[in-house]
């Protein structure tokens, strides 16, 4: 209530003076001679550009005050942190002293949430073994992205605190002996190649080369992620910082196979890091969709060769000695998996390791040996180099339950869906299991669309939309997607697909946060298109937020999963038209009064937070050859 009748005060007051701001110069315009409407219409958008400038600050100080009690405290930290953000257009100083601020909120309420997990795991370890936990947003890495993004100075302030802290906890850590150390959060390395990969993401390659280089010390999923993402923007700088952890991967005694596995990652497949245990489970972690195989200059790919191979020809500890990541059925397979690339560019070694392969053969289950494993191939091999359907009906003959059939069908269906390949639905309608057999044909049609989208093929999306086994949330995504990529050309049919998100979007309950959000999509959607229609869609999209519990406005996902006896998958779309941030920064420069009124209406302080501050840049961020649109 504070913030609504504070804000409502603002608008009542700044509204006249931004609409005499606009009249008074056309006034005096008509007064002038012919020869100075050039100069006259210039000083009008100046004067109305100042004033709404000045509401926008309004905005943003009104809403900074407003989140020191807002009844979440992980809203408290975040909102300061953006509207800190915001606030370096226009006053650094006050910004810094707001990053300070939400960074002091933040501190605390990532304390309370570190005691709360605590807690968590010892009445776990009560009952029965721990779970795996997934763990609480961290703040403070929030806090520190944005003002790390805005000042060096102020960003390594903040990892320095975060540093001294992680020493403390280490040393009480070691003091009380605790297990699932993880559990209280990532270590400072990790949380400053988090911060240096979204600079990299920001586009700020230099200052995430900055924050990023005490970090790249050791080989770890983190390093190596960060430095493929370096080189797709800077590969000189990349490929030195790759050479360096061969350099110190080579000296560390404590290197094995994981960590071989790990460095070809940067060599062969980007993005996608896989881990063998030692008992030859694999552990593959993909950060992205694939990637192409880099071209390495001769130096550095050389000498990733020699350092893998010094590594894993290193003498094997007896048995009951080896204490490695990987042990020896872990280590045979990393071998095995990296066999075919010694054999293709360093062929001198690649004896030598399967002479190494021999020696552990022995330790190493037979079905280990020779075994299908896609983890041996994943990245390796490309994915259109065999045909998934050659190697199925062996896997059947093996299989000896209908339970087993049924997941290799899914399967093989999956991987043939990837590839766009029609035989996919063949092999769900195979599926007896009726429940999975939905369940696989939801997550191929929705992998379809996604493709069909990727591929800018409006027509397949919409008829996948239609037919397929869509839920709601996913069909109004596939059809506002399919109507952006039709608008420029095909206006008409562009905006009938809308029609249809909208009736889907109204066939979500009322109390469903997806509800809002694909209203919200639509009515991004139809601002280009029909701003009146664009208007009333968001006014029912408005209506549907302040109904559904825990909208907040942001942080929207579109996706599927499907997990069967054999495997776990899941595939995610960015959503950003279902937030409220493009939404409101589109109708803010369509008419920003409206906007603002709009935005006083939501009821939840998160969505209202997230509308105001998307007002407030659309007009302190100034887009590229022009100023913000007039009202």
Same mark, same amino acid.
């Given at each position: 209530m504070v913030h609504r009748s504070s804000l409502s005060a603002l608008v009542c007051l700044l509204v006249f003076a931004i609409i005499v701001g606009a009249q008074a110069p056309a006034d005096k315009t008509s007064q002038r001679t012919r020869s100075q409407p050039k100069a006259a219409n210039t000083e009008e958008a100046d004067a109305v550009a100042a004033q709404r400038e000045v509401l926008a600050i309004s905005l943003l100080q009104t809403l900074a005050e407003d989140a020191r009690?807002? @009844?979440? *405290?992980? $809203? &408290? /930290?975040? !909102?300061?942190?953006?509207?800190?953000?915001?606030?370096?257009?226009?006053?650094?100083?006050?910004?810094?002293?707001?990053?300070?601020?939400?960074?002091?909120?933040?501190?605390?309420?990532?304390?309370?949430?570190?005691?709360?997990?605590?807690?968590?795991?010892?009445?776990?370890?009560?009952?029965?073994?721990?779970?795996?936990?997934? @763990?609480? *947003?961290? $703040? &403070? /890495?929030? !806090?520190?992205?944005?003002a790390a993004k805005r000042d060096r100075a102020l960003g390594e302030e903040f990892l320095a605190k975060l540093e001294e802290e992680n020493k403390k906890d280490a040393e009480e850590a070691t003091r009380k002996n605790r297990e699932n150390e993880a559990a209280f959060g990532q270590s400072a390395q990790e949380k400053r190649l988090a911060l240096a990969r979204r600079l990299l993401e920001d586009g700020d390659v230099q200052r995430a080369m900055e924050f990023a280089g005490p970090a790249l010390n050791q080989v770890s999923r983190e390093t190596i992620t960060f430095l493929s993402a370096l080189r797709e923007r800077n590969s000189q700088a990349a490929d030195q910082g790759f050479l360096n952890l061969l350099a110190i991967a080579e000296r560390d005694p404590l290197s094995d196979a994981n960590t071989v596995s790990g460095l070809s990652s940067y060599a062969f497949?980007?993005?996608?890091?896989?881990?063998?245990?030692?008992?030859?489970?694999?552990?593959q972690m993909r950060d992205r969709a694939p990637a192409p195989r880099?071209?390495?200059?001769?130096?550095?790919?050389?000498?990733?060769?020699?350092?893998?191979?010094?590594?894993?020809?290193?003498?094997?500890?007896?048995?009951?000695?080896d204490h490695t990541t990987s042990g020896r059925t872990g280590k045979f397979m990393v071998i095995r998996r990296l066999l075919?690339?010694?054999?293709?560019?360093?062929?001198?070694?690649?004896?030598?390791?399967?002479?190494q392969m021999a020696a552990m053969a022995a330790d190493v289950p037979q079905g280990m040996q020779s075994g299908e494993n896609r983890a041996i191939t994943s990245g390796i091999t490309p994915d259109n180099a065999s045909d998934p359907m050659e190697r199925m009906q062996n896997r059947l003959d093996r299989a000896r339950t209908s339970e087993e059939r049924d997941a290799i069908y899914a399967d093989v269906a999956v991987a043939l869906a990837a590839r766009s390949d029609p035989r996919a639905r063949d092999l769900v309608d195979k599926i007896e299991d009726t429940e999975m057999r939905k369940q696989v044909r939801a997550y191929i049609d929705f992998q379809t669309v996604q493709a069909a989208i990727q591929e800018r093929n409006a027509a397949e999306a919409v008829r996948i939309a239609k037919s397929g086994e869509l839920t709601s949330i996913q069909r109004v995504w596939a059809y506002t997607r399919a109507s952006s990529l039709l608008l420029p050309t095909e206006r008409a049919r562009a905006l009938?697909?809308?029609?249809?998100?909208?009736?889907?979007?109204?066939?979500?309950?009322?109390?469903?946060?997806?509800?809002?959000?694909?209203?919200?999509?639509?009515?991004?959607?139809?601002?280009?298109?029909d701003r009146v229609r664009a208007w009333e869609t968001m006014d029912e999209?408005?209506?549907?937020?302040?109904?559904?519990?825990?909208?907040?406005?942001?942080?929207?996902?579109?996706?599927?999963?499907?997990?069967?006896?054999?495997?776990?998958m899941m595939t995610n779309a960015s959503a950003e038209d279902f937030d409220l941030l493009g939404a409101f920064k589109a109708l803010a420069r369509e008419d920003l009064l409206r906007s603002v009124q709009l935005a006083k209406s939501l009821t939840g302080e998160s969505p209202r937070a997230v509308a105001t501050l998307a007002i407030a840049r659309s007009v302190l961020e100034k887009p590229a050859g022009g100023s913000p649109g007039e009202d």
């Open positions: 009690s807002f @009844r979440e *405290p992980r $809203l &408290r /930290a975040r !909102v300061q942190a953006r509207v800190a953000d915001a606030f370096w257009l226009t006053d650094v100083e006050k910004a810094k002293g707001l990053f300070r601020r939400a960074w002091e909120a933040a501190e605390i309420e990532d304390t309370e949430n570190a005691k709360r997990e605590a807690e968590d795991i010892n009445r776990q370890r009560q009952s029965g073994p721990v779970v795996f936990r997934s @763990r609480r *947003p961290d $703040l &403070r /890495a929030e !806090v520190l992205r944005l497949t980007p993005f996608l890091y896989v881990t063998f245990s030692p008992d030859g489970g694999a552990n880099p071209e390495l200059p001769p130096a550095v790919s050389g000498a990733f060769f020699r350092v893998a191979a010094n590594i894993l020809l290193r003498p094997l500890p007896p048995p009951d000695q075919p690339l010694f054999e293709q560019y360093a062929p001198e070694r690649a004896a030598e390791l399967r002479t009938e697909l809308l029609e249809a998100a909208g009736a889907e979007a109204r066939r979500i309950s009322g109390g469903d946060p997806d509800r809002a959000r694909a209203l919200i999509a639509v009515a991004t959607g139809l601002v280009p298109a999209a408005i209506k549907a937020a302040n109904s559904a519990a825990g909208f907040t406005g942001e942080d929207s996902q579109v996706g599927a999963r499907l997990q069967t006896r054999m495997m776990v």
